[in-house]
Structure formats: C-alpha cells, structure tokens
C-alpha cells in the first residue's frame, strides 16, 4: 500500500512539472511518517524514500536509530530552543526556524558542535492566527539577521498553507512565496540561498509544484490517515489544525 501510494504520489509530481515545464529531479519529496510506527517507515525505505520529516523532536530520535542512517531527516515541526541540541548534527533540514532567537540557538549549537546546520525560514503566507511563522514582510529582516550568524545556512523558505480540499485557493500563496523568495535574492544577503522552497501537502502539493515547490511533505498521502487518539495528547496552539503544531 505504501509503495503503491509513494508511486501516485510520485507521478503527480512528475506530472505537474511537466505542466509548468519543470525537471522533476529538482523536487524532494518528504514522506511525512509523524505519528506512523518505524514499520511503515521501512516500508517506504524500501520503496525508495530517503528523505523522512517529522514535527517532534522526541518521535525524531527515537525512530531514527531504528532505521538505515542514509535517511535524510527532516525537522518540520515547531521547534522549542532547549531541544535544539537534541536535532543540531543529525537532521539534513530544519524547516521551521521562525524566530532570531531559535536562530542563535541553533547557530550556538551548532558552533559548539563544529558543524554548519542548513535551515528554512517558516512564513506564515496566508497569515492565519492558529500557525506559526513569521509575516511575510518580516521575512526578509529575519533572513538578514540570521544570516549573519556562525554554524548556520539559511537554504530558503516553508510554508504550510491554509487546510483546504480546494487545492486551487493555495495558489496563490505559493506564488507569492515564490515571490518572496525571489526578493530575499535581490537582496543579495551573503550565506543565504534560495534554493529551496518547501510548500504542498497531501492536499496541495500538485499546484504547489506546478508554482515552484522544491520541496514537498507529503504524509497522508503515502501513510494513510494519521490516528491522533493513539497518542499522547500535546498542548497545543488554540485552534490550530492537528499535528500541525508542537514541536
Ligand atoms: C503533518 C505535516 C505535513 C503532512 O501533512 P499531510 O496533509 O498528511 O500530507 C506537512 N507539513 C507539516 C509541517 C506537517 O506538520
């Protein structure tokens, strides 16, 4: 079930950069296994994925020892400073760095640990109440604040769109960041690149990548529907939607 799934997946990619005259080799995807026991991450290891995200920090270390070390971990999720140390040298990408201050936490660890962490910056695009990310007008300063800091690389941007089963309605936040994106360049900050945009999930990926997504995380489409109840309730942000939020 999950290779077939990763396969569908994986032609929808395909076939939306065939839409808007992109190499499908320039989009990651990133089987979002959150919630999902090791024995489904495997599955999807021997289907060919490589690059796995989670958004807590504890489910983080305990899946990965379990698995082959030639995944490349992603860290998707709201991230708290005091367990930075526990993810600074063994995830590939932290998408979620949304405030200076995590920023230099990183940096501090990373120096510490003499390696150089690559991250995105989290924009809120659609500036909805219950997500986190800065504005898009305040992404720019932190880009260039952070940026300037030792041990870190800022690789470019996420976004997690507003939950809708009208695909369409994203558009327009993922050409905006595009956009946004496309202005940080201008500024021609040093140690900061553009490269990469993560935005689509199982919901919207296809118009995401058909808008310039370098990265998609897609979980429920290649897992199945996640089951909440069998875990430990977290705290989480009023009003957010499930899973999106705690680190
Ligand atoms: C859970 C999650 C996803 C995947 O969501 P699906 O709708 O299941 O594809 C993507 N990004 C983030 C940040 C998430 O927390």
């Known amino acids: 079930m999950i290779s077939e799934n990763l396969n569908t997946v994986r032609e929808k990619i395909q076939s939306a950069c065939k839409k808007a005259g992109r190499d499908p080799g320039q989009v990651t995807l990133v089987a979002v296994s959150k919630t999902k026991p090791v024995s489904a991450l495997r599955e999807a290891y021997e289907a060919g994925a490589r690059d796995f995200g989670e958004n807590k920090v504890q489910e983080l270390m305990d899946k990965m020892p379990q698995l082959p070390g030639d995944i490349r971990w992603h860290m998707i999720g709201h991230l708290q400073r ?3 140390k526990y993810i600074v ?3 590939a990408l932290i998408h979620s760095v949304d405030s ?7 940096s501090r660890e990373s120096v510490r640990q003499g390696v150089c962490t690559d991250i995105l910056i989290e924009v809120n695009m659609a500036g909805e109440e219950s997500k986190f990310g800065v504005t898009p007008e305040e ?6 604040e952070a940026a300037a800091l030792p041990g870190i690389h800022i690789k470019g941007l996420m976004t997690i769109a507003p939950y809708t089963d009208i695909s369409e309605k994203n558009r327009l936040y993922f050409e905006r960041m595009r956009e946004l994106s496309v202005d940080i360049i201008g500024k021609n900050i040093d140690n900061v690149s553009m490269n990469v945009l993560s935005m689509g999930m199982t919901g919207d990926y296809a118009v995401a990548v058909e808008e310039g997504a370098t990265c998609v995380r897609v ?3 290649i897992f199945g529907e996640r089951d909440y109840a069998a875990q430990t309730p977290q705290p989480a942000k009023l009003g957010a939607r499930k899973g999106m939020v705690s680190e």
């Open 82 to 84: 005091n367990k930075v």
């Open 89 to 91: 040298g063994k995830v």
């Open 100 to 106: 200076l201050r995590l920023a230099e936490e990183i």
């Open 139 to 144: 992404a720019p300063k932190l880009v260039e």
């Open 219 to 221: 979980g429920t489409g």
